[in-house]
């Protein structure tokens, strides 16, 4: 039987050289895969009562909808700059391999919300770490991160313990 880690494939020298791009689209393309992954994130998240979800552009977008709809829960999306329409909350952060902006509609959270973000992968914890400071930001408090994939080598799941955030990965590379 195979596994999450059999579906994902490795790309290096992408999107720059150095990188070993782990890459979750076949996953996504094969429906054994795919559902291997929806079924991780949803059993990772059933003991929080009615929470919001964020997904975290773009990779993070597909688990989020499926997760909200299993879970009929809120889905809010954190996108690149100027993608949202409407008034947005946003913060700047740096990558691995460069700088980027994320926003979040503004009205959206609301103080005291209880918050899953989701994203397919804990790399450095930058884009991460951005989503929980602009959550916390807009007053919602961030009750676990959801990653398919950790690559703990690069430090962002440290980071994440060293916060205090509930972290959880379906492999590790």
Do not use: H, W
């Not at 100027?82 to 391999?97: A, M, N, Q, V, W």
């Amino acid at each position: 039987m195979m596994g999450i880690k059999d579906y994902i494939k490795s790309f290096k020298d992408f999107p720059v050289d150095g990188i070993n791009f782990k890459d979750m689209a076949g996953l996504c393309a094969e429906p054994k895969g795919f559902q291997l992954a929806n079924d991780f994130f949803y059993e990772k998240s059933l003991s929080y009562l009615k929470p919001k979800l964020v997904g975290i552009d773009a990779r993070g977008f597909p688990f989020a909808a499926v997760l909200a709809d299993r879970l009929e829960a809120p889905l809010i999306l954190a996108r690149k700059a100027g993608k949202l329409p409407g008034l947005c909350s946003s913060i700047s952060y740096d990558l691995e391999y460069g700088s980027a902006v994320i926003e979040i509609q503004s009205q959206s959270i609301n103080k005291d919300d209880n918050v899953i973000i989701i994203d397919d992968l804990m790399a450095t914890g930058g884009t991460m770490n951005a989503t929980i400071d602009l959550v916390e930001n807009m007053g919602g408090n961030v009750v676990k991160t959801l990653c398919l994939i950790n690559l703990p080598g690069l430090g962002g799941s440290d980071q994440m313990r060293k916060r205090k955030i509930n972290f959880s990965f379906a492999v590790e590379y």
